[in-house]
């Protein structure tokens, strides 16, 4: 799920990774929301907030918008590049380890809020979750070849709209357009069913949701390393 890159990789792989890492955007975007009331997977969004708060002279809440599409970027970027520099050295856990470092800023995130509650901004924790946002969609856009966005709902349901009409269409659209359908209608369901999780565990357990967010990401990213360590050897 997290070794074979673009054309090597099945539907069945895409579709597991696309419904388990959507689940936890969700449940973070909604989570980000619930505390700050700001999305971190949203740079759609943000980007408008910031116009809008900047063409009413609001600079500083504009510079806060701009801040988390800006975390968001940086998240995507250095992923990036520690990709390119995995795959450079032909390193092929780089994957697996770019979402156990997810897991890792996760459970600091954790650690903060849960050690020193309201001491600490808010403004800090949808940081670090654009942040993480940024990261997750990197690897999963990078790893499939763009088929997979887990942040991305807007593309996705343009995505959807589009498949859709294809259906109407001769029947090489119609077959081209099913599994694509299936991708990113599941993404959208596992996204929209991870932010209703998200928002009722937090309100049980309050900031240990990063921790069982983190732990689901270990679970998903270790075996995946080991097995890429033992494929090399």
């Not at 700001?38 to 510079?63: C, E, K, Q, R």
């Not at 800090?124 to 088929?147: D, E, K």
């Amino acid at each position: 799920m997290l070794i074979s890159v673009g054309d090597e990789r099945t539907a069945s792989v895409d579709l597991l990774l696309a419904g388990l890492l959507s689940s936890i955007a969700g449940a973070l975007n909604a989570v980000g929301f619930m505390v700050a009331g700001s999305f971190t997977a949203n740079m759609t969004g943000n980007i408008s907030a910031f116009a809008d708060y900047l063409a009413h002279g609001s600079v500083m809440i504009a510079l806060s918008f701009a801040g988390l599409t800006l975390a968001f970027i940086c998240g995507a970027g250095i992923t990036a590049l520690a990709i390119q520099t995995g795959e450079r050295f032909q390193l092929k856990s780089i994957f697996a380890l770019a979402i156990a470092a997810e897991a890792i800023i996760l459970l600091g995130l954790s650690a903060i809020f849960i050690l020193l509650a309201d001491k600490t901004p808010e403004m800090l924790l949808l940081i670090i979750l654009s942040f993480v946002m940024g990261l997750q969609n990197a690897v999963t856009t990078m790893i499939t070849q763009a088929r997979v966005r887990t942040t991305h709902v807007s593309g996705m349901a343009t995505d959807i709209g589009i498949e859709l009409a294809a259906l109407a269409g001769s029947d090489r659209l119609k077959r081209e357009a099913v599994p694509k359908l299936k991708l990113h209608s599941l993404t959208l369901a596992c996204f929209t069913i991870g932010g209703i999780c998200g928002v009722l565990l937090f309100g049980l357990i309050d900031y240990w949701l990063f921790v069982i967010a983190a732990m689901m990401l270990l679970f998903i990213a270790l075996p995946e390393a080991i097995r890429a360590r033992r494929n090399r050897q």
